[in-house]
């Protein structure tokens, strides 16, 4: 990230170090509705996160760890 401000490097690196991460961006969007709808897909277990690790990526023993999510709006 050569041109890039030296914080938003770590900022970048951190985030990047995290497995699953969503952005949401629009500007007539209801940021807090769209924060809750990804938290509510998240701990789906039939259709949210746990099925895409599971089924969509095949990685059948690999589990979401919903307990140091992070969300903000």
């Known amino acids: ?17 995290h497995g699953f991460i969503a952005v ?5 969007l209801d940021l807090n509705d769209a924060t809750r709808k990804v938290a ?8 949210g996160l746990a099925y895409v690790l599971g089924s969509v990526l095949n990685l059948p023993g690999v589990k979401p760890d919903l307990s ?6």
């Open 1 to 17: 990230m050569g041109g890039s401000a030296p914080g938003y490097e770590g900022l970048l690196s951190h985030v990047a170090s």
């Open 40 to 47: 509510c897909w998240a701990a789906d277990e039939r259709l």
């Open 68 to 73: 140091r999510l992070a969300l903000t709006a």
């Open 24 to 28: 949401l961006y629009g500007i007539a």
